[in-house]
């Protein structure tokens, strides 16, 4: 065959139709586009591209070509392969009209399907999740330890979410964090719930952490938790602020906090012994919540009983998540209710909503049939239905009788059922961070 005027000659061993697909594919590459082929056989004109890959697709004949040069509508005439007396004619457009449905000639090449192929993100994701290790807690836990190994007993469904809820706490966060606990009625569980938030904290996830008691009056945090070397408060350290301006000197904050041992958190208090400290304003409260920040990566703020006083409305215009407590206790459930109202009211509702409530017990279980049962029942489902339009999620803390004593908090005496609800508290109090 002849290509724009050259004859084309097989070599040995090379078929006429090879040698002309390879002339052609080769023209096409020095050309940068298809080229245009009409093939003239005993079915008459057949217009069709190659392009340098030597991928064959039938095409419509150009619209300046001769009249008797169309394609024949009988697809059946359209021939396996090009002939070897074809002739490529340059076109550095694309034909007038291409279809893109159009089979390609028999025994072309098909082209390959496009297919997305999978990243490494894909085959890492595609580990399987590790099996369980064998129980450390309950009679499943006994059984491993007595035998030594020799059983390995899986870990029942209590103690896997006890796992899951571990997990949760000791996620990862992104900077520093704040969390404000609020209900403007006193004796709601705010400073005990402040104070076990942070021991959870302390004894799951470790780092640096702080409870922080901002009451605008007699505060007690400093009652519930675990005495210090010094009585200093917050209206000390903000008085010596001007300290801490330098990084360096962040181990003289031993000198105003107090460290809570085995539950690995700090306590700043509002007031001394003497509670005769003059409360911190809400500018004092923002100058040195900029300061702690630096050193804390969270911060747990209990706040008051007054929504007017400048120390509470700093606190939560400053808070990353806003958890709101309460007994479950008609009185408490509906200053709660109140305590919402004005929170959402100063546009809070956004904040409000990452949150969540914990409503804990005001007594111990009675009897199904007595009064107190009822009407503790009833006030639950209240709460449950009313603040569940607010928060993201309510956890309920059981009654314990050694926190209603106002002493300090021993966390190993606490009942199971209690330091159980507090990890799954934390965690959903994690999670909103």
Do not use: C
């Not at 496009?114 to 836990?141: F, H, I």
């Not at 906090?257 to 700090?266: L, T």
């Not at 009833?378 to 803390?397: D, S, T």
């Amino acid at each position: 065959m002849t290509l724009d005027g050259r004859l084309i000659v097989p070599t040995e061993g090379v078929s006429a139709y090879g040698a002309a697909m390879a002339a052609l594919a080769e023209s096409a590459r020095q050309e940068e586009f298809p080229a245009l082929v009409r093939s003239t056989g005993s079915g008459g004109v057949t217009w069709f591209t190659v392009t340098e890959a030597g991928v064959v697709a039938a095409v419509q004949a150009p619209e300046d070509a001769d009249a008797g040069d169309q394609a024949p509508a009988d697809a059946e005439h359209t021939p396996a392969a090009p002939a070897p007396a074809a002739e490529p004619v340059r076109r550095k457009s694309a034909p007038t009209s291409v279809p893109t449905q159009q089979a390609a000639p028999k025994g072309a090449p098909e082209p390959m399907p496009t297919r997305r192929r999978p990243t490494a993100a894909d085959y890492a994701s595609t580990v399987a999740e590790p099996t369980p290790s064998p129980a450390r807690e309950e009679w499943q836990g006994v059984v491993n330890s007595l035998t030594g190994g020799a059983f390995r007993v899986k870990p029942g469904a209590a103690e896997l979410q006890r796992r899951r809820d571990r997990a949760r706490v000791q996620r990862g966060l992104s900077g520093h964090k704040t969390v404000v606990f609020v209900n403007l009625k006193g004796g709601a569980t705010k400073t005990t719930s402040t104070y076990l938030v942070g021991a959870t904290l302390g004894r799951v996830r470790g780092g640096n952490m702080l409870a922080w008691d901002n009451n605008e009056n007699q505060g007690t945090l400093g009652d519930l938790s675990m005495a210090a070397s010094h009585d200093h408060t917050a209206r000390d350290l903000l008085e010596n602020i001007e300290r801490f301006a330098i990084p360096s000197n962040s181990p003289e904050l031993t000198n105003y906090v107090r460290p809570q041992g085995e539950n690995r958190f700090h306590v700043l208090s509002s007031q001394n012994k003497a509670s005769n400290q003059e409360a911190i304003d809400g500018n004092d409260f923002v100058q040195l919540h900029g300061m702690l920040r630096q050193f804390y990566h969270l911060i747990l703020v209990d706040t008051g009983n007054a929504a007017t006083a400048s120390t509470w409305q700093a606190a939560v215009e400053i808070a990353d998540e806003i958890v709101l407590v309460a007994l479950n206790k008609r009185d408490s459930t509906k200053k709660l209710a109140a305590t919402v109202d004005i929170l959402v009211a100063q546009g809070l509702g956004d904040k409000l909503a990452r949150g969540v409530l914990l409503l804990t017990e005001a007594a111990a279980p009675q009897g199904k049939n007595t009064e107190q049962f009822r009407k503790a029942e009833e006030n639950r489902v209240e709460a449950l239905e009313h603040f569940g339009h607010y928060v993201r999620e309510i956890v309920q803390i059981p009654y314990d009788g050694g926190l209603s004593d106002g002493l300090q908090v021993v966390f190993e005496d606490l009942r199971p059922a209690t330091q159980q609800a507090y990890l799954a508290a934390t965690a959903a109090i994690v999670d909103g961070l």
